[in-house]
């Protein structure tokens, strides 16, 4: 898999990486070179492209090579892998690399200017952006391991039959209650018992029998905050942190992940990452698409 980054700013530079990772488990392979892959008969691969090894698995192409390695990769559609002996180790497409460096160029305001790879012009790198300052949330971080008491309230009863259609008796195993450092009370109630994505419904007692719903933020994409109501979430008391993910019901699906923290008034987003579509690519290399700084 060859990935492509850079980021924001006019001083930043574009990196090129290649991992070799299969169904999550990687090999030690030495060393290996990166080629543009021409379609012909036989293996045919251009120039040799040095690449330095990260880690077994990973591998980042030398900084130097990139702009030539771009200036080549438009010629074809795919890249492969070499041995250190010569011999073929892989192939990747490299069809949608291209559109991924003009993606960063327009969203990072590259464009026509002489820091774009493809839509290169004569404005100085000066006329590039600033990267954006991160968002900081400070966070109510929780006291203690989750309590086992169960709420009698009436309230909560009447919450979790309006949202919820999973099991009714309330029990530790149903529910959950984390004591927050600023005197409220976070709760965890399962919502749905399904063994593929078991949801929770999240509510916080602000006061004395007072349990509120506050709506989760999604601001990645610009979505709209929704119910917190989560599959496979849990709280973290040590850093405040709730997270949750979901992935499709095929073995090696991928889907999405994402944290938020308790700030004594709202939910804010700490970060994201997401791959909507795949097949045995592991959690650590989704794709990152929004990241605050928690405090």
Known sequence: MLW???????????????????????????????????????????RAYRLVRIEKGRYELAPNLVGAFFAEAVKTGRAATRRSDGSMHGIMTTSGLGAAMRYIDEDQGRRDTVTAIYAKSKKPASEVPDERARPVVRVIRGIDEPSTEMPGHVEVQRIRNNHCSGPNDTNETNIQRFRLRNGQNLWSIICSASSLNPTHLWLVETGADRFEIFKLPRREKGRPAEVPILPHSVFDPASGQLSSYYAGKELGSCGWKRRWAWTGKAFEMIDAIELPACLGIPLNQWLQTYRAIPE
């Open 4 to 46: 492509v980054k850079r980021a924001a700013g006019p001083k930043a530079s574009p990196r090129v990486f290649v991992d070799t990772t299969t169904w999550g488990e990687a090999m030690d392979l030495g060393v290996l070179t990166l080629h543009v892959y021409y379609d012909c008969d036989g293996d045919c691969t251009g």
